[in-house]
């Protein structure tokens, strides 16, 4: 595993700009963060399960900063300022991904700048969808980065899933997701804990999705995640068939550009080459 590289990180702060996108079955809110002079391929950002655009909070103006890149992040359907969705989660939803929500802001994405190329940053469910995406879209995807990412179901996820189902039920904790996702909330949480816990979900994995990758990837993985083992990311590398490779980031837990923002933005830039 290779020492990452430190992020520069331009005084100017980023333009930000907000878009909406059709698509069959509603519309995605789009964000963009655009620092002076960007010229190479945008990041795409792929939230997490209960995430949204509002939750990445600071890292992608600081990510744009220390990349040079324009930053994209969107609500999936039924999340966050994006439409309702119009009923359940498949089992395929992971891979659905790439020919949906994805596929219509990546259009939407070469119509304003031009650019056919992206890279991918994924967080949790959202860094099993950015595989798919890479795997669905291999001339364009130039790299791709997962943080947190599930890549089968482990037991660990399960039961990280139904303790996280028990808290839920305490008082005011559902208040927290109608902060993000207003009368949204209850589906994004069921959408979460039921496709996850649901019998017919079990035997899922990402492992046809990460065979197709032929970008350079690299997993990120807290040690300390409550929601999967190192067994996700040392699989994303072992069976990508581009160059790969994973770090486990000691005493960090699911959410590795919150607790350590200067690491994943290091190993970010390494993989970008600046």
Known sequence: MTASASPARPAQAPQVHDDRVDTPEGRLFVRRWTPAASSAEP?????????????WRDFPALLAQATGRTVVAYDRLGFGQSDPHPGTLPPSFVSDEAHRGFAAVKEHLQRQSGMDGFVLLGHSVGGGMAVA?????????????????????????????????????????????QKYHGDKAAWVLG???????????????????????????????????????????????????????????PGCGHVPHREVPDEVLGEVVGVLGR
């Open 43 to 55: 990041i795409v950002l792929l939230h997490d399960s209960l995430g949204c655009v509002a939750l």
């Open 191 to 249: 959408a979460w804990i039921d496709t996850w816990l649901a019998e017919s979900f079990h035997g899922w994995t990402l492992d046809a999705q990460i065979r197709q990758v032929r970008c350079p990837t690299l997993a990120l993985h807290g040690e300390l995640d409550e929601f999967g083992s190192a067994l996700h990311p040392q699989r994303i590398a072992e069976l990508s068939a581009g160059p790969a490779r994973w770090r486990l980031l």
């Open 133 to 177: 995406c890479a795997a669905a879209h291999p001339e364009a995807c130039r790299a791709l980065v997962t943080e947190s990412a599930q890549a089968f179901v482990e037991d660990r996820t399960l039961a990280g899933i139904r303790d996280a189902q028990i808290a839920f039920r305490q008082p005011g904790q559902i208040e927290r997701l």
